[in-house]
Every structure is written in C-alpha cells, then in structure tokens.
C-alpha cells in the first residue's frame, strides 16, 4: 500500500507544528504549506523529513501543492477573534476567498479528504446553553467566527456539488507546549509568560469569563481520527466539556509558581462571550475520541517546559 500523502496548510504554526509530528510518526508523507514556510526557533530532528512549502492559502503555488496529496488539513488563518473586526474585509479576502480557491485545488488534485479546524469558541456566538452541542445556534459577534463557520458551509457546497469529502473539527481554546505567547490569542501561554517574566496577568472584565481549555496533543489526535473516520458524520466539537473561569485559570497557575501571581484589571472586550464549554459526546460516540489531558496535567507541561526554558537563558 503507497504511504498516505498529508498536505497540512499552517504547518509551520502552533497546532500545525504539532500535527506534522504526529503524521510522520503514524508512518505518513508530510508536505507543509504556510506563509513563513519552515518554522521560527530551534530546529528539531523531524524537521528535515517535511517538505516544507513557502506559500500563502490561496496562491497558484499553494494549489499546486496538493499535487498527490491524499489528505489536507486546513489549519491556516490570517486572523484572529481579537483582530478580524479591525479589517473584515481582508479577513475574508485572506480566508474564506482564499480557501474556496483551495477546495477547488482539492478538487483538481481529486484529494481524498479535507479535515479542517473551525472556531468552536467564535462559530457558536453567546451560548444559550451550555455545554453547547453541535446543534445549536450558530451567530458569531466577530469576524473570525463568521468566517470560520462561511468556510464550513462552502465545505458541504463542494461535497454536494463536487464531491470533495471533508471533516469540520470545531476546536475550542486550545493551549499547550511551545504556543506563541507574543501573538493575542492564547491565555494559558500569557498568564504563563507573564507569571515566568514576574508581570501582572491581564484580564479583560472581571475574571468570571469561562473557556474550555483542551490540550493540542487532543486536538492532534482528534484530526488524525477524523482523516480516518468512516461514519456519516462530518461535523465534530473538540474540546473537554469542561468551563474554567479565568479567575481558576489565575488560582491553578498560582499553584504552580513558586512566586506572586499579580493580575491587571481590563475592560470587557466586546468579542469576547462571557462562556463557551463545548460537548463534545459526538466526538466521543462517532469518533471514538477522548480528551485525555486534564487541564491541570496540561498546565504543569506548560509551566515545566517555561521555566525549563529560562533556566536555560541564565
């Protein structure tokens, strides 16, 4: 049998860096496709057995990447909740014009699956309920989340009209290992930097805004499966089915410094839903999938690897 050919769009990010990883361990060719190409920090073994391709989504020389590729990931955006609104314009332009031109990429290049990650945390809007399954309503109050959940219904277009199959993973707020701390997304990976470099942890509002905070390793396992999936469904919250405020969020991290955690007060961003806990029982039923790092584990990686790193540098 010839050895599966995965094209992963943002592999040179966070979550892309981590999957590209795991593809190449599960016996899997790994092509990369992403606006910096090869990946900023240290080089890492695993790093020479990716062809790694300088290209925006998008581009002719992004399409014609998927050349043989017999799964695509899609993890790639230009934006994030906290910056889609300043420009929506290029947020769409960026994302959802580029990867329409991507799915009729696929399409030529008769790939067997697309799998790509939407925004469990923006898709859904303010929750009526919670946990919020995939059945309920979908009204974003950002760009991004517009966006993401434009993408998902131009994925069941071109599965209805051309049969490109494809696989939506609804991924909650993700957090782990190596995260960007400099980039505006991510709490754990800034409490943490800031916690390590001694700085007042910034919250906006008054702390009671709940997340639900899922390890990257879940998330890495959760698109492996579904590339793998034979079911009928097609669409799948990741996430733990549990909230954590970020005043606990603050309380867990306190546990795990041996100095003062200090936090700066902000106003309330107008992007941000007050909660979002996803359920994710039909990830578990279908997909056979279980979030296995508890949040506590997960923080103590993060805070080991961080401290591990300055002790390094002095």
Sequence with gaps: MNTPLCVVLGGSGFLGQHLCRALLVSGSRVRSVSRSGHPSGPSEAWWSDVEWVVAPIGTTLSAKALHNADFVFHLASTTLPSTSNESISYDLESNLVATVKILEAAV???????????????????????????THPTDPICSHGIQKLSIEKYLYLFRAMKGL????????????????????????????????????????????????????????????????????????????????SLAELVDLLRERTPWPVAISYGAARSFDVPENVLDVGRARSELLWIPEVTLERGLDKVVQRAVGRLAACT
């Excluded at 945390?121 to 309920?129: C, D, H, S």
């Design 108 to 134: 030529s290049a008769g790939v067997r699956r697309l799998v790509f990650v939407s925004s469990g945390g923006t898709v859904y809007g303010i929750a009526r309920q919670v946990p919020i399954s995939e």
């Design 165 to 244: 199959d494809s696989m939506i993973l609804r991924v909650s707020n993700m957090y782990g290992e190596s995260q960007d701390c400099n980039k505006p997304v991510g709490a754990v990976a800034h409490f943490v930097a800031k916690a390590i470099g001694r700085m007042p942890l910034e919250i906006w509002g008054d702390g009671t805004t709940t997340r639900d905070y899922v390890h990257v390793d879940d998330v890495v396992k959760a698109l492996v499966m579904a590339a793998k999936y034979e079911g009928a469904e097609r669409l799948f919250n990741i996430g733990t089915g549990r909230g954590t």
